[in-house]
């Protein structure tokens, strides 16, 4: 069974950047699309961002595209987030998911079916 971890998180001052990674130390994340989700509290988990399992296909809700960018190391089981020019309205609880799911990468997520822990990310001045 995967045991997603992520870490990163932090506080950044807005206009900061932070790179987030999602890493499985027991079995390997080659087969898995891989998702990363925030939330808020009372609001519902939103989409951030996805990967193909083979990195070929990625997705990014309309509002972050330009600012994050997501990739995979498969050598080093690691998916990264990278968030840049980061605002205050991105503070959120960042969470990583895993799913086999072809050759692209699902966005909704109930359609993930192993997650992390999550890694507090705070942008504030």
């Known amino acids: 069974q995967l045991q997603l971890v992520e870490s990163g998180g932090g506080l950044v001052q807005p206009g900061g950047s932070l790179r987030l990674s999602c890493v499985d130390s027991g079995f390997t994340l080659n087969y898995y699309a891989i998702g990363w989700f925030r939330q808020t509290p009372g609001k519902e988990r939103e989409a951030v961002s996805c990967?193909?399992?083979?990195?070929?296909?990625?997705y990014y809700a309309d509002s972050l595209k330009g600012r994050f960018t997501i990739s995979r190391d498969n050598a080093k089981n690691t998916v990264y987030l990278q968030m840049n020019s980061l605002k205050p309205e991105d503070t959120a609880i960042y969470y990583c998911?895993?799913?086999?799911?072809?050759?692209?990468?699902?966005?909704?997520?109930?359609?993930?079916?192993?997650w992390g822990q999550g890694t507090q990310v705070t942008v504030s001045s």
């Open positions: 990967i193909s399992s083979s990195g070929g296909n990625t």
């Open positions: 998911a895993a799913q086999r799911y072809g050759s692209s990468c699902p966005v909704r997520h109930w359609e993930y079916g192993y």
